[in-house]
C-alpha cells in the first residue's frame, strides 16, 4: 500500500454504510500510515467522508502522527459495537500504558481528531469496564482534538490521559458513562488523567460541553500517588450541565478554570476532594469567571487539599445546598487547607449557607463578597395528595398547595409508601415509597432532579398517577450567610455584604460560629452585617483574639 500524506478512507476499503465493519480496514490504513510516518517522519491524514462508519468488536489501535479528520459532526459518524466480544471494551482509538506500554518516550505524536461524531451505543459490556470509553489515547504529545460530538459510551467519552501540547476544544460529551451508577472509575464527559510528564503538562480545555454524564462533565486526575501535581492546565469557556459533577479537579496544581458554566449537576457544580483514584485533591487554582448555578447539591465543594485555592468573581446561586462548602472526605488529606481565597463572588438564593465551613482553614481570606438571600430552604415541613396532585417527568404539582417560592429547594421528595405517606396511597407507585429531589418550587409545583444524570425523568418506574401522596421534610434552622463550623484560624473577612433583604428573610444570620467551631485570631472589619432574618451574628462558640470592628448591623 502506498502512503500518502493524505489518505481518503473510501479508497482504502471503508464502507460507511451503518453495517459493514469497517474496523479492519481503519486499521489497516493507519498501520500503513504509521509506519511510512515513522521512517520519513511526515505525520498523515485520514480523511473520512460522510457516513456511518461501524467499529465492531475491537478498537483500532493508533499510531503516532497519524491524524482522523471527517466532515462534521453531523456527518461523519464512528458507530462502536461489540456484539461478537461482550467482555470487550471498544473505543474508536486506543493506546495505553497498560495494554500498549505507553510512556513519555512510547506516545503518540502529532495527531489530529476533529469533525466526526462517536456513538457508543452499541458497545455494551457483561460488567462496567473503564476502559470503554469513546476515545482512550495516553500520553499524546502535540495533539489536537476539535468539533468532535461523542455520546452514550458506557464508561467515559473523551478518555485521554497525559496530554502535553495539546488542545481540547469544541468537544460534546452527552450521556457517556451509562453504565456507570455513579461511583466507579471513569464515566465521565471528558475525564483525563494527569502527571505523566511530569511537572508540567501544557494543556488547554476550551470551548467544551459535557452534559447528563455518568460522573464528571469534566475531570483531571492525578494517575500515581507520588507523582508531582500537574501545573500548566487549563480550562476556559466551557459547560457542564446534569453530571454528578460539573468540574472536578482531583489532583492538579494550579489549574485555571475561566468563565465556565456549571449548571444543573447532581452533586456539586465545581468539586476539589479525594475522590480520584490516588485520593489526591487540588491545590493552587484559580475559578474565575463562571456560572455555577442550580446545581441540586452543592455549587462549589473543596476539600482534602493543603491550599492555595483562590474563587474571584463567580455567581454562585440557587444550589440546593450550600453555594460554598469546604469539607474533608476520609481518606485524603485532612491537614487544614491555607489561604483560600474568596473575592468578589456573588453568593446569593443557596438553599442552606452561602459559605459553610466543615473543615479546618488557616489564613483564608473572605473579601468583597455579596453574600445574600441564601438559606432559601426555609418552608415547613408538608404533606399532600389526592385531589389535584399530579406528577410530571421532572415535577409534582398540587393545585391546593401554597409553598414558600423556593422554599423546599433542595429537599428530598417522598412519594407514595401508602397511608403513612400522606393522605392517599400512592397511585401509579404500587405503594412503594420513592423519593427525588426537589431543584426549585413554585407556590404550587415542585422542579424535580433527573433520577440519575442523563435521564429524562425523577422517576425510576414510571410517572406516578394522579392523586399520588407526597411528604416534604422540615427546613433546617439556622441557615447564615457564613457557618464556621470547624477550626478557623487568623480569618481575614473584610468588606462583605452579607444581608437579606428578602421578604421574607431566609438567611437568618450574617455569620454563625458554631458550638462545634473554633475561630481563632485574624481580623472581620467592615462588613454590613444588616438585614438578616435574626440576629447579625450567633456565637455558639465564642471567637477567641483578633479584631472584629467596623462591621454594620
Not at 507520588?226 to 480550562?235: A, D, K, L, M, Y
Request: glycine content about 18%.
Amino acid at each position: 500500500m502506498s502512503a500518502p500524506l493524505t489518505a481518503h478512507a473510501h479508497e482504502y476499503g471503508l464502507v460507511g454504510d451503518g453495517t459493514a465493519d469497517d474496523r479492519p480496514a481503519l486499521q489497516k490504513l493507519v498501520d500503513a500510515l504509521g509506519d511510512a510516518t515513522a521512517e520519513d517522519g511526515r505525520p498523515r491524514t485520514v480523511r473520512v467522508p460522510a457516513g456511518r462508519y461501524v467499529i465492531r468488536d475491537e478498537p483500532v489501535l493508533w499510531r503516532s502522527g497519524v491524524s482522523l479528520v471527517g466532515a462534521g459532526r453531523g456527518a461523519t459518524c464512528f458507530a462502536l459495537a461489540n456484539p461478537g466480544a461482550p467482555a470487550r471494551p471498544v473505543p474508536l482509538a486506543w493506546f495505553t500504558t497498560a495494554q500498549h506500554g505507553a510512556g513519555r518516550d512510547h506516545r503518540i505524536a502529532d495527531v489530529t481528531f476533529a469533525h466526526f461524531e462517536i456513538d457508543g451505543r452499541g458497545v455494551v459490556t457483561e460488567e462496567y469496564e473503564v476502559l470503554a470509553k469513546g476515545l482512550g489515547l495516553q500520553y499524546v504529545l502535540r495533539g489536537r482534538f476539535s468539533d468532535l460530538y461523542i455520546h452514550d459510551t458506557a464508561a467515559t467519552g473523551f478518555g485521554c490521559d497525559f496530554l502535553q501540547d495539546t488542545v481540547v476544544e469544541g468537544v460534546l460529551t452527552e450521556r457517556c458513562g451509562r453504565q456507570d451508577p455513579g461511583e466507579k472509575m471513569g464515566g465521565a464527559g471528558i475525564g483525563i488523567g494527569v502527571g505523566g510528564w511530569g511537572p508540567v503538562e501544557r494543556l488547554a480545555v476550551t470551548d467544551c460541553t459535557a452534559r447528563g454524564n455518568g460522573t464528571n462533565g469534566i475531570f483531571l486526575e492525578l494517575q500515581q500517588e507520588e507523582w508531582v501535581p500537574p501545573r500548566g492546565i487549563r480550562v476556559t469557556a466551557c459547560h457542564t450541565e446534569d453530571n454528578r459533577y460539573g468540574i472536578s479537579d482531583w489532583g492538579a496544581d494550579g489549574l485555571l478554570v475561566t468563565g465556565c458554566t456549571m449548571l444543573g449537576n447532581h452533586v456539586a457544580g465545581f468539586d476539589v476532594s479525594a475522590q480520584g483514584t490516588t485520593s489526591v485533591g487540588g491545590r493552587g487554582g484559580l475559578v474565575t469567571g463562571c456560572v455555577i448555578d442550580g446545581n441540586a447539591g452543592d455549587g462549589i465543594a473543596l476539600g482534602n487539599t493543603p491550599g492555595p485555592y483562590g474563587f474571584h468573581g463567580n455567581r454562585v446561586s440557587n444550589n440546593g445546598r450550600y453555594g460554598y462548602w469546604q469539607h474533608n472526605l476520609t481518606g485524603g488529606d485532612q491537614e487544614p487547607a491555607t489561604d483560600i481565597v474568596l473575592d468578589s463572588n456573588d453568593i446569593h438564593d443557596n438553599a442552606l449557607d452561602g459559605i459553610r465551613l466543615d473543615a479546618p482553614l488557616h489564613e483564608p481570606a473572605i473579601f468583597g463578597n455579596r453574600i445574600r438571600g441564601n438559606g432559601r430552604r426555609a418552608a415547613p415541613p408538608t404533606r399532600g395528595g389526592g385531589e389535584g396532585v399530579r406528577c410530571g417527568p421532572l415535577s409534582l404539582t398540587d393545585e391546593r398547595a401554597d409553598w414558600l417560592p423556593g422554599g423546599h429547594r433542595g429537599k428530598e421528595l417522598r412519594v407514595g409508601g401508602g397511608p403513612g405517606g400522606g393522605e392517599t396511597e400512592g397511585a401509579g407507585t404500587g405503594g412503594a415509597e420513592v423519593t427525588a429531589v426537589v431543584t426549585d418550587n413554585t407556590a404550587t409545583r415542585l422542579t424535580l432532579a433527573p433520577r440519575r444524570p442523563g435521564a429524562d425523568t425523577a422517576w425510576p418506574d414510571g410517572i406516578p398517577g394522579p392523586g399520588t401522596a407526597y411528604r416534604l421534610p422540615d427546613s433546617p434552622a439556622p441557615r447564615a450567610g457564613l457557618t464556621a463550623a470547624a477550626a478557623v484560624t487568623h480569618p481575614y473577612v473584610h468588606g462583605n455584604r452579607v444581608r437579606d433583604d428578602g421578604h421574607p428573610r431566609t438567611q437568618v444570620h450574617a455569620v454563625w460560629i458554631a458550638p462545634e467551631a473554633t475561630w481563632t485570631g485574624g481580623r472581620v472589619s467592615g462588613n454590613d452585617f444588616s438585614g438578616n432574618g435574626s440576629a447579625a451574628t450567633r456565637f455558639d462558640s465564642a471567637p477567641s483574639g483578633g479584631r472584629w470592628r467596623d462591621n454594620a448591623g
